[in-house]
């Protein structure tokens, strides 16, 4: 199983490290991390909840927006197909729904 750590900081910066296999670190690449690395592509931006899973991401935004980022296999990252996404991505089926929490497991998130 994959180790992979997402840290939210005061003021909703996202900084992550751990193993990058599939890109579930949203740094653009499959690196290793080892220290707390920040998250270039959410920059800007505003974060409220982090949540890592098996090889992937989300991060739910102010305004109740989600990003997700990592391995897509089975629909997981909620983009409409099963590409493997490397940096952070606007899920658009939730553009306008007022998400609240979010959650990840191995093979699936909430």
Do not use: N, W
């Amino acid at each position: 199983m994959v180790t992979l750590r997402l840290l939210l900081l005061e003021g909703g910066q996202v900084m992550s490290l751990g193993e990058g296999f599939a890109g579930p670190l949203g740094h653009g690449d499959e690196e290793e991390q080892h220290t707390p690395k920040l998250i270039e592509a959410l920059r800007g931006k505003k974060a409220l909840q982090v949540s890592a899973g098996g090889y992937h991401s989300l991060v739910l935004l102010e305004g109740g927006g989600v990003m997700s980022f990592g391995r897509g296999e089975g629909g997981r990252l909620g983009h409409g197909d099963e590409e493997r996404q490397y940096t952070p991505k606007l899920i658009e089926a939730l553009r306008g729904k007022r998400v609240v929490q979010v959650a990840t497991d191995y093979k699936h998130c909430l």
